[in-house]
């Protein structure tokens, strides 16, 4: 895992506090931000998305990822993610979907007063990928 520097990783966290804004949460209202930071240097920004439908609500963090995919981006380096004073890790899903295009993305989690880092690794180690398509798109 390569963390970012210290202005990049003041960034991130002030992105995914605005992308938290955002968040539409009216049946948990827990709203959380993300922000995905590219191997280019580009960010994305993503908010969790409810639905009446429970099963159809999207976190912060796979908002962000499926735009920054959407956009053309494979690779990535750092997600912040914003939730409030108290610091969240993201969901088992989002670290699957994480993992699938970057396993030792750094992980930074929001708190009041600064943020805590993980790699993604750590928190998903032994994830899934024995599925190896001849060819990656
Ligand atoms: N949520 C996220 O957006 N990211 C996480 O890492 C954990 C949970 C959202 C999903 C749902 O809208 C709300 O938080 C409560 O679970």
Known sequence: MEKPDEKTIEKLLNCAREARENAY?????FKVGAALLTD?????????VENVSFGATNCAERTALFSAVAAG??????IAIAAGDETILPCGICRQALSEFSPQLCVICAKKDGYKIY???????????????????
């Open 73 to 78: 981006n494979r690779s990535f380096t750092a």
């Open 40 to 48: 280019k240097g580009e960010i994305f920004k993503g908010c969790n």
């Open 25 to 29: 949460a009216p049946y948990s209202g």
């Open 119 to 137: 790699s993604l690794s750590e928190l998903l180690p032994h994830a899934f990928d024995k599925f190896t398509p001849e060819e990656k798109n």
